[in-house]
Every structure is written in structure tokens, then in C-alpha cells.
């Protein structure tokens, strides 16, 4: 009888983590407004105004303590900036289309927008089972 007691115990302990572990793994999108805007030093090009502005938050991971990895977000090809968790980046660019592209290590996630003049563009990088950039509501 108390090994049947420990080893219902054992499994609900189990559980408990594995929830515990689900939950603290998982994201939250944030606005614009909410996010903290990265750091001059990791906007490596794009930071002045043109005819049109791309804003890209990343979602905000509850476990990521300081921002946790940087994804880099490339425009055109170009390494425009380096992205922590809960983060915004606000990029100046010429209308046009434009290829926007995340990346963490081995992968690369690449998206086109087209971009107007005058047109403000959100972006929100997620991370939940695969990496991705897309258009998003959050404001």
C-alpha cells in the first residue's frame, strides 16, 4: 500500500514539473509600447528616419531573465540588429520590398514586405516551436 502511495505521489510531482516546465517556457507577445527598445550599440544600420518605418517587437519569454538569446534580424541581407525577449527595434527604410529575415543559430526564417511611403510596418518575432516573423495586431 505505500508503494502504491509513493509511486501516485512520484507521478503527480512529475506532472507538476512538467506543467511547471510548459508554462515557464512559454511567450508572451508585447506592443511596441510595452517592449523595452534594444540598445544603440546592437542597431547595426537602418536607425535614421526614411520613407517609411518596419517596427519589430519579439515576444517576451517569462523564463528569458535579461532578454536571454539575441535572434539577429537582417534586411536586405544586412545585419540591421540584434533582438532580446520584450525587445522593439523601430528601422527606417526607402518604400519598396524588402526581405526581412530572422536567424538564431543554423536557422533562418526570410519574409518579404512592401513597404509604402508614409507606411508604419509591424513585425513580431516568435519563438514557440519554430522560429518566425510575422505580421502581427500588437501595436
Same mark, same amino acid.
Given at each position: 500500500?505505500? *508503494?502504491?502511495?509513493?509511486?501516485?505521489?512520484?507521478?503527480?510531482?512529475?506532472?507538476? %514539473?512538467?506543467?511547471?516546465?510548459? %508554462?515557464?517556457?512559454?511567450?508572451?507577445?508585447?506592443?511596441?509600447?510595452?517592449?523595452?527598445?534594444?540598445?544603440?550599440?546592437?542597431?547595426?544600420?537602418?536607425?535614421?528616419?526614411?520613407?517609411?518605418?518596419? %517596427? %519589430?517587437?519579439?515576444?517576451?519569454?517569462?523564463?528569458?531573465?535579461?532578454?536571454?538569446?539575441?535572434?539577429?534580424?537582417?534586411?536586405?541581407?544586412?545585419?540591421?540588429?540584434?533582438?532580446?525577449?520584450?525587445?522593439?527595434? &523601430?528601422?527606417?527604410?526607402?518604400?519598396?520590398?524588402?526581405?526581412?529575415?530572422?536567424?538564431?543559430?543554423?536557422?533562418?526564417?526570410? &519574409?518579404?514586405? *512592401?513597404?509604402?511611403?508614409?507606411?508604419?510596418? &509591424? &513585425?513580431?518575432?516568435?519563438?514557440?516551436?519554430?522560429?518566425?516573423?510575422?505580421?502581427?495586431?500588437?501595436?
Amino acid at each position: 500500500m505505500l *508503494n502504491v502511495k509513493l509511486k501516485a505521489l512520484s507521478t503527480l510531482i512529475c506532472v507538476v %514539473v512538467l506543467a511547471d516546465i510548459l %508554462v515557464g517556457c512559454s511567450m508572451k507577445p508585447v506592443t511596441a509600447q510595452e517592449a523595452k527598445p534594444i540598445s544603440s550599440d546592437r542597431q547595426y544600420a537602418y536607425s535614421g528616419e526614411d520613407e517609411a518605418s518596419l %517596427v %519589430v517587437t519579439r515576444d517576451k519569454g517569462f523564463t528569458e531573465g535579461d532578454g536571454g538569446i539575441r535572434i539577429d534580424v537582417l534586411i536586405d541581407g544586412k545585419l540591421a540588429a540584434k533582438v532580446k525577449a520584450g525587445e522593439v527595434v &523601430r528601422f527606417g527604410l526607402k518604400a519598396g520590398t524588402h526581405i526581412i529575415a530572422v536567424t538564431i543559430g543554423s536557422t533562418l526564417v526570410e &519574409r518579404e514586405v *512592401n513597404l509604402k511611403a508614409g507606411d508604419t510596418v &509591424r &513585425r513580431r518575432i516568435t519563438y514557440y516551436n519554430n522560429l518566425d516573423i510575422t505580421p502581427t495586431a500588437f501595436k
